[in-house]
């Protein structure tokens, strides 16, 4: 399984998945699912994804040459040359129905081996594709779209957190992406191992933090 | 879909069920998935059901009309007579076997439609059964054997919190049984609606102090 969780705020947006892959539980492996693209100063496209590794990777590298292919004559469409976020989106549709199309019949159907989900930006405060259950009460109880890009990345990473302690198919290192409005630039790109002195701090300070809270409150009456 | 929690502890044990229950997303209900059943001094069993209704609730009376049998001659082993609690599981497991016999092709053959899950007593620190992600988070880090009843019952309570709040198929009122160890009495059985005064104010300030232990954390540094 997989964890991504995407969030858009009015200073920027973080994106971040977690980098566990597994063919059965004793094939476990770390893998990127966390790609961007940038032109500096002219665009930033950050892509999060979730399901069959084939399907999703085949997507990338698509996305990949697209933008490689930009001064060849009669290249098509690309994240690069999109006039906007809709077509920049439907670029990356275009990309999945063609990976489709070229595996159909190859594989198997069935649709729990090939089915991917894609967290392409954001449009919503919040958006969370794979294992998604675990670290979804966080976001709904903090998340606002105000929070400055520091909080949104804490946020992100308690939610993540939750996930990982409660699920085993979702694992350290986190890939983590947060971009500031406006700079077109992607600057803050950054790997987060399972020994990152901010990670473990978070963690150990949350637990404590809720298991205080927990206190806190007034007992039920049996 | 429907969420139950199970935790066993040193006094005793909490059972809860939620009791939602939907044939799509325009026919929703509230029926029953706490079931118990006592000979007061003498033992207490509970089950919470999770899965196909027609299932769960023919279990349930097979092991009803079991106990209610239990004075006629070649009556079949039921609750009351199981000398242990092994034997009562498998009692239980033998109702499932029955019904499942029994609807065998007169009921479509889907997986989904009509598995069921069952949470009988309990053997682990807790078990959960159904919609049991968002509530896992909060156990895992608080959950302790050692725990006071009333601490456990506020435990399981905030576990359901979280998964209403981000899940619609979960629904109030949530029905909640609270055992002491060896007092072989069912006394306290509660059924919370959603204007519970406690349950209103646990959600409340378990938001409160939720965001204020996120905000008491370091941020990230981006």
Redesign the interface.
Known sequence: MTYCVGMLMKDGFVLAADTRTNAGLDNIATFKKLHSWSQPGKRVFALATSGNLATTQAVVSLLSEGTQSLRKRGAVDNLFTAKTMFQAAQIVGRAIRDVQKTDEGQLFQSEDTFSASFLFAGHTPFLQIG?H??????L???SDPGM????A???V??SFD??I???LSVGMPIDLL?YARDTLQLE?VRRIERDDP?FQ??SG???K??????A???????
Chains 1, 2 share one sequence.
């Open positions: 294992e259950k675990y670290g979804k009460p966080i709904d109880r903090v400055r890009l520091g909080e990345a804490k946020l990473l308690l939750s996930t302690r409660s699920n947060v803050r901010y701090k978070l300070d949350w637990s933090a809720l298991r205080k809270a927990f806190a409150i007034e007992e039920f009456d049996i």
